[in-house]
């Protein structure tokens, strides 16, 4: 039976997981939280972790660069890989590795399409820089021991419990008022998490090596998802602010900010042809209308 360890068992991870489990893996992985079923282990837990890792045949790490194992780090925290500093000694004799990434480390390429061979646009931001670093850091691993290296560049996680629809809901039944930061001709990617964990499942089957872009069909401006969710709830549209006029508000953390200085267009169409993935999701509509249906909104 095929063993995958999922280093960060979150929002995504989780659901990694209990999927990989109903797909004949047996999964164990770390978190900060029990997950009822799960074989969790704590990131500090070095026995219990090595132990797994020694049995592992696939590893996934959702882990972002920086300091601290598996909490939110800042900006300000290191950039090394805090899986590969503490368990590197540990990885080098499983087959296949599968390093989360992020689009970040495109840059701003001002509205064009972007694949997995176009180079960063600098100067990247900081959490692009960050991403890159520890891509390298894995190619750097992989190629020294000789282990077959994905590296998924992710857009923007949605699904549920994580949505525009939770979101003006929220504010619908607190009376606030929702501030929509939109950016002109801007262009974001996004990928629903059933849809990335089917692509980390295919990729995991036929331990697929190389880069790739997951994301949905319909990369678009960051408010027009949260219009469509207005209209699927039948609640009047928020209002619309601009990037900077949230920025000069204080509307906008330094994070937020630097996803909407970059736009570009990700292309998945390697995503299709070398792992097999047929979007359940392939745009945003989709995606929210069976999220309103599931969640009876």
């Avoid at 699927?232 to 619309?240: A, D, F, H, K, V």
Wanted: net charge neutral.
């Amino acid at each position: 039976m095929p063993v995958l360890f999922c280093f960060g068992l979150g929002y995504s991870g989780a659901l990694l997981a209990r999927c990989a489990e109903s797909a004949g893996f047996r999964v164990a992985g770390t978190s900060r939280r029990e997950h009822e079923g799960l074989e969790v282990l704590s990131f500090e837990d070095e026995e219990g972790v090595r132990r797994a890792l020694a049995e592992t045949s696939h590893l996934v790490t959702t882990v972002p660069p920086g300091k601290g194992g598996e909490r939110k780090i800042s900006d300000e925290e290191g950039d090394e890989d805090a899986v590969l500093a503490r368990y590197e000694d540990a990885l080098s004799r499983i087959p296949w590795l599968c390093y989360c990434s992020s689009l970040s480390v495109y840059g701003d390429h001002k509205g064009r399409d972007v694949d997995e061979e176009t180079p960063p646009a600098l100067p990247l931001s900081l959490r692009g820089e960050k991403r890159l670093r520890a891509e390298r850091e894995w190619q750097r691993f992989a190629e020294k021991n000789g282990t077959r290296l994905c590296l998924m560049r992710i857009a923007g996680i949605y699904g549920l419990g994580r949505n525009a629809l939770l979101r003006l809901r929220a504010r619908e039944e607190t009376r606030g008022e929702e501030k929509l930061v939109v950016r002109s001709e801007g262009f974001f990617n996004r990928i629903h998490v059933e849809d990335l964990v089917e692509a980390l499942l295919c990729a995991a089957r036929k331990r697929a090596a190389g880069i790739f872009n997951i994301c949905d069909d319909m990369p678009s401006p960051s408010h027009e998802p949260l219009l469509y969710a207005a209209e699927l709830l039948g609640c009047q549209s928020p209002s619309l602010v601009s990037s900077e006029q949230a920025r000069a508000r204080g509307l906008l953390s330094d994070t937020a900010w630097s996803f909407h200085r970059e736009c570009k267009r990700a292309d998945n169409g390697r995503m299709k042809r070398e792992l097999g993935v047929c979007l359940r999701y392939p745009d945003y509509r989709r995606g929210l209308e069976e999220l309103a249906r599931i969640e009876r909104l």
